[in-house]
């Protein structure tokens, strides 16, 4: 079992939305992309949509290794992990909704969607998802606004899209973080590829005590 600060410590935000969590018997990784180096110690990837930034098979093929469970939302056809080589024996598929075990891990699929946004309709089916790892609750939300389907999670760590446009702005997504209330809140999807560097002060600010930020820029690498 680890405490949240002990587990904050184990997550790193690689780029934009890329996360990565090595715990001490399990590395799993959200939304690859842009991955420098080929490390190949994924025992789970979790994708949330298909997007070029959230779903780069070329990237999941660089932390990718033999027994890598691959996680995606359910209306993601299998012909597209066919075409870029992907191994569909190794894929569990989820919708909005579903719990499941994998490999030792209880995963739920959160919906992930914009409210008013062309961007990511509901009826796409695209996750965010809840882990629980070393007995400490995790949501990484994907690319979604504060809606109905993710104002009930119960996490006590948050990564969440703060970059606007495309998601919630630093304000919206500060506002859903006061509304879920973890204890610890970590801003993704920002400062390269929407949003810009000081969204992250406007975040930290609108949060609310006790919850604690972590500003993505000190674990970026």
Same mark, same amino acid.
């Given at each position: 079992?680890?405490?949240?600060?002990? =587990?904050?410590?184990?997550?790193?935000?690689?780029?934009?939305?890329?996360?990565?969590?090595?715990?001490?018997?399990?590395?799993?990784?959200?939304?690859?992309? /842009?991955?420098?180096?080929?490390?190949?110690?994924?025992?789970?990837?979790?994708?949330?949509?298909? !997007?070029?930034? !959230?779903?780069?098979?070329e990237d999941i093929r660089?932390?990718?290794?033999?027994?890598?469970?691959?996680?995606?939302?359910?209306?993601?056809?299998? $012909?597209?992990?066919?075409?870029?080589?992907?191994?569909?024996?190794?894929?569990?598929?989820?919708?909005? &909704? /579903?719990?499941?075990?994998?490999? &030792?891990?209880?995963?739920?699929?959160?919906?992930?969607?914009?409210?008013?946004?062309?961007?990511?309709? $509901?009826?796409?089916?695209?996750?965010?998802?809840?882990?629980?790892?070393?007995?400490?609750?995790?949501?990484?939300?994907?690319?979604?606004?504060?809606?109905?389907?993710?104002?009930?999670?119960?996490?006590?760590?948050?990564?969440?899209?703060?970059?606007?446009?495309?998601?919630?702005?630093?304000? /919206?997504?500060?506002?859903?973080?006061?509304?879920?209330?973890?204890?610890?809140?970590?801003?993704?999807?920002?400062?390269?590829?929407?949003? $810009?560097?000081?969204?992250?002060?406007?975040?930290?600010?609108?949060?609310e005590e006790?919850?604690?930020?972590?500003?993505? =820029? /000190?674990?970026?690498?």
């Amino acid at each position: 079992m680890s405490t949240v600060a002990e =587990m904050a410590e184990k997550i790193t935000v690689l780029f934009h939305s890329s996360i990565r969590i090595s715990t001490d018997n399990l590395t799993v990784y959200f939304d690859p992309f /842009q991955i420098m180096e080929e490390t190949r110690d994924a025992d789970i990837i979790f994708v949330t949509h298909n !997007h070029f930034d !959230h779903f780069s098979p070329e990237d999941i093929r660089k932390v990718m290794k033999e027994d890598t469970c691959l996680v995606l939302p359910e209306k993601i056809h299998k $012909k597209v992990l066919w075409k870029v080589g992907l191994p569909i024996e190794r894929c569990v598929w989820m919708r909005p &909704g /579903q719990i499941r075990q994998i490999s &030792g891990v209880e995963v739920e699929a959160i919906a992930a969607y914009n409210s008013y946004k062309p961007f990511h309709p $509901k009826k796409a089916g695209w996750l965010g998802y809840l882990v629980i790892l070393d007995g400490v609750r995790i949501f990484v939300a994907g690319d979604t606004d504060h809606h109905a389907d993710n104002e009930q999670v119960i996490t006590d760590i948050a990564l969440v899209p703060i970059g606007g446009f495309f998601t919630m702005n630093s304000r /919206q997504a500060a506002d859903y973080i006061n509304t879920i209330h973890p204890q610890l809140a970590i801003p993704v999807h920002y400062g390269k590829l929407a949003g $810009k560097p000081s969204d992250e002060q406007v975040f930290a600010e609108a949060v609310e005590e006790p919850i604690q930020v972590l500003p993505r =820029m /000190q674990r970026y690498q």
